[in-house]
């Protein structure tokens, strides 16, 4: 079976031949449309995922926590953020080390599914994170002397001398080189303008490129100037020939958190690659929730219509690791695995639409406490062992996880859907309708057709689907299986048309078919 899917793979032509090999373009195989991000799993679950479900389900690739040696905080106990304060470029984490790291990449990648790394490269460890060797390879370093003997880095390297705030952190977001110069939450500020810093971080992410990564999420981009962070991408070398064809540049996407109403936008950084766009999140929870007089029916021109970058420059998402928690931005309109069935239906939506690079959050429980509207368990980390070591995915009978990984990825309709995207990849957004309030459908192509009703009454409507005659199944409430239906039925007519019924009450109030379901 697995030197079926293996063959399989290598026959397949990357989605990216026959346009540029640029840092836009994520290299996923043709038909893998989607990234997840496996927020701090292991390496060696990861590799099992990508062989056992991410292959089979059509995943493009997975975004992996951040690999290199970070500081181990006690106090919390080893929050998950502890991984976004560096002590080195060598492999070794909780989720990890080096070989585990390249054995991973090896067999994710022989199956076609592409690791993209979490590059934090902006600073290291915050200022008070004292002097030892608590660090996850054991290397020693001192945060106040800025001493990082490992990499190494100095005190030269730093960009205190640049920074203007009177803290030496980031006070004013409306302050553009206070922003990119001075400490974010007091992390020691890389200065990422010498050529000897950007060669070292050239280095690490060069050292993931000849593993086999694809690309890179580039962590606080915002807070590094764009001229910066071209100069380190200069360095870079193409991917690895042994997965990728030559001269194939890695995929590029920078963390900008632009909302509107701060002088840093995204687009400044397009020139590196994409950035996500965190509009897209924050409003298709706003609408979804129904908050502010928001409508479903108001989704007609999502996109670029909305004042999102443009589509091609854009990786987009409905929650991510930070902003499923407070942390980052978004606020409280963001929807999250705890909201299951508006998320759903988010995530939904997202993978039926055409904008966008979309990548698909996958999380791990935490005893979420709200006091005065804070979550005072933001922080805790993975599921772990009493020692420290992150539990391993565990996976049930019923195909779920367990050891309080959620999986988002492997719920049915969003593992559907991240199918139905695959399936109407590169097929025109066509025959929306809307009812002027929450109940909205459109189509893609002549390959797919999706209906929402997010209205407090039954739906029930004869519509133009733009498919072929034929009966479909719906892969929200089932899914086609041995050429059965497990879940709702519905039948095309020879004019494409077809009836909709969606109650209220339904489990999950959508419905979504496409050619690959048709009975
Ligand atoms: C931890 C502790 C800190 C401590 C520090 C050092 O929490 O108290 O000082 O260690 O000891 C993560 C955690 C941090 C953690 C850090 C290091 O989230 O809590 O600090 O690891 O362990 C900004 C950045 C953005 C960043 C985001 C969290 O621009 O880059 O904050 N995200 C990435 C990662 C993230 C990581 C880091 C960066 C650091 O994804 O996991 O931090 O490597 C405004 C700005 C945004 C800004 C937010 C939050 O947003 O626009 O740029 O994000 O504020 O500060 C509305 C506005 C919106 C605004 C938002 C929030 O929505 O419209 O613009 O409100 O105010």
Redesign the pocket.
Do not use: F, T
């Given at each position: 079976m697995f030197s079926r899917m293996f063959s399989e793979v290598q026959s397949v032509v990357p989605s990216s031949m026959g346009f540029c090999w640029g840092q836009y373009n994520p290299h996923t195989l043709s038909k893998r449309t989607s990234i997840v991000h496996l927020f701090e799993w292991r390496w060696a679950d990861i590799a099992l995922e990508c062989e056992r479900y991410l292959a089979p389900n059509g995943f493009g690739g997975v975004q992996i926590s951040p690999p290199n040696e970070n500081v181990i905080?006690t106090d919390p106990k080893q929050?998950w953020?502890?991984?976004?304060?560096p002590v080195s470029y060598k492999l070794c984490t909780r989720s990890g080390n080096e070989t585990e790291f390249r054995d991973m990449v090896t067999r994710c990648n022989n199956v076609g599914v592409y690791i993209y790394v979490d590059a934090?490269i902006?600073?290291m460890?915050?200022?008070?994170?004292g002097a030892g060797d608590h660090a996850t390879c054991g290397s020693y370093f001192n945060a106040k002397t800025e001493d990082f003997p490992a990499v190494p880095y100095s005190g030269w390297d730093f960009n205190d001398g640049k920074c203007k705030s009177r803290s030496g952190d980031i006070e004013n977001?409306h302050d553009i080189s206070q922003?990119r110069d001075c400490r974010?939450?007091?992390?020691l500020d890389l200065a990422l303008g010498k050529d000897y810093v950007r060669s070292k971080v050239a280095e690490y992410m060069n050292h993931l490129i000849d593993i086999g990564v694809a690309g890179f999420r580039i962590?606080?981009?915002?807070?590094m100037w764009p001229g910066d962070v071209k100069a380190i991408l200069d360095k870079l070398k193409d991917l690895n020939t042994a997965w990728f064809p030559e001269g194939t540049k890695p995929f590029i996407y920078q963390?900008v958190?632009?909302?509107?109403?701060?002088p840093i936008t995204g687009s400044e950084y397009f020139g590196n690659g994409r950035v996500t766009e965190f509009k897209y999140g924050?409003k298709l929870g706003t609408v979804i929730r129904k908050w502010n007089g928001e409508k479903m029916a108001y989704l007609k021109n999502w996109g670029e219509g909305w004042g999102f970058v443009p589509s091609d420059r854009a990786l987009v998402f409905v929650d991510?690791?930070?902003n499923q928690r407070g942390?980052?931005?978004?606020?409280s309109a963001i929807l999250t695995f705890w909201d299951a069935r508006l998320y759903k239906m988010a995530v939904g939506f997202m993978l039926a639409h055409p904008y966008g690079f979309t990548r698909v959050m996958s999380s791990f429980h935490w005893p979420r406490y709200f006091v005065d509207g804070k979550d005072i368990n933001d922080?805790v980390g993975p599921p772990s062992n009493s020692d420290g070591s992150i539990k391993p995915v565990t996976i049930n009978e019923d195909t779920t996880c367990g050891n309080d990984w959620v999986c988002e990825h492997r719920w049915r309709q969003i593992k559907n859907m991240v199918i139905f995207r695959n399936v109407v990849d590169g097929e025109p957004f066509s025959n929306w309708w809307d009812n002027g309030s929450n109940q909205v459908a459109f189509g893609r192509g002549n390959k797919g057709f999706i209906i929402f009703n997010n209205d407090d009454w039954n739906m029930s409507v004869y519509l133009q689907t733009g498919l072929p005659a034929g009966t479909y199944c719906d892969v929200i409430s089932g899914q086609k299986e041995d050429n059965k239906c497990t879940g709702k039925q519905v039948y095309v007519s020879s004019d494409g048309k077809a009836n909709f019924q969606i109650n209220t009450d339904a489990e999950d109030p959508f419905i979504a078919i496409h050619v690959d379901a048709k009975l």
């Open positions: 905080v929050p953020w502890e991984r976004y304060q934090v902006n600073h460890c915050g200022a008070n994170a977001y922003v974010l939450v007091s992390l962590d606080a981009a915002k807070h963390e958190i632009d909302l509107g109403g701060e924050a991510n690791h930070d942390h980052g931005a978004g606020g922080w």
